[in-house]
């Protein structure tokens, strides 16, 4: 599966920014899908996670409360809205599939990754 991910920006924190990736390649729903993060000079960090069907999610305790992770499987698309942004929040952000089960995207692991979109989040 071919990841796409746009949205990024820069914003004053505080603000918004929604995030989307948009998959080609395989049937969408066969995958279950995340977001991951990496700032200058971090390591990537987990963001959040999203089951085949949406039905269940899971966020890194950094992002809980201010991100929510959707999917529309017919537009074969997943999205990460962000709110309350903070600096801290300032990374690449990045997408990625997995066969699954949740669980592979939590622990970092998924098979498939797209590219990065920038997220800048000034004070």
């Known amino acids: 599966v071919q990841l796409q991910a746009s949205g990024g920006g820069l914003v004053h924190t505080g603000g918004s920014l929604r995030l989307s990736c948009a998959a080609s390649?395989?049937?969408?729903?066969?995958?279950?899908m995340g977001w991951f993060r990496q700032a200058p000079g971090k390591e990537r960090e987990y963001v959040a996670a999203?089951?085949?069907?949406?039905?269940?999610?899971d966020y890194a305790d950094s992002v809980k409360g201010r991100f929510t992770i959707s999917r529309d499987n017919a537009k074969n698309a997943v999205y990460l809205q962000m709110n309350s942004l903070k600096p801290e929040d300032t990374a690449v952000y990045y997408c990625?599939?997995?066969?699954?089960?949740?669980?592979?995207?939590?622990?970092?692991?998924?098979?498939?990754w797209g590219q990065g979109t920038q997220v800048t989040v000034s004070s």
């Open positions: 390649g395989r049937t969408f729903s066969d995958y279950v």
């Open positions: 990625a599939a997995d066969p699954g089960p949740i669980i592979v995207i939590m622990t970092g692991r998924p098979r498939f």
């Open positions: 999203i089951s085949w069907s949406g039905g269940s999610t």
